[in-house]
């Protein structure tokens, strides 16, 4: 059983930073993307940012320059740095776990519960 569980979320000023962090628990294949979504209220989900297993990361548009993603494979754990922080990124961030086993040519998709990050003054 795979479980995902989000921290680091909270409230920041704008401009301020925080870091996100997804701990992945159970047996995953060699071939998988990590990734963080977000929801904000009255709002679709959108992906903010993944990486591969092979180390390639992409990000949205509106997160570029400001955001990194990591992971650090020994701990099963992703990161998600968020620096120069606007209101917009007001949402509920998602871990997302997507991997592959390739006997059977399956994709398999696992969700953290969420965490809040706010941004105001």
């Known amino acids: 059983q795979v479980q995902l569980v989000e921290s680091g979320g909270g409230l920041v000023q704008p401009g301020g930073s925080l870091r996100l962090s997804c701990s992945i628990s159970g047996s995953i294949f060699t071939i998988y993307v990590m990734g963080w979504y977000r929801q904000a209220p009255g709002k679709q989900r959108e992906k903010v940012a993944a990486?591969?297993?092979?180390?390639?990361?992409n990000y949205a548009d509106s997160v570029k320059g400001r955001f990194t993603i990591s992971s650090d494979n020994a701990q099963n754990t992703v990161y998600l740095q968020m620096n120069s922080l606007k209101p917009e990124d007001t949402a509920v961030y998602y871990c997302n776990l997507r991997t592959y086993m390739v006997v059977s040519g399956t994709w398999y998709e696992y969700w953290g519960q969420g965490t809040q990050v706010t941004v105001s003054s």
């Open positions: 990486i591969t297993s092979g180390g390639s990361a």
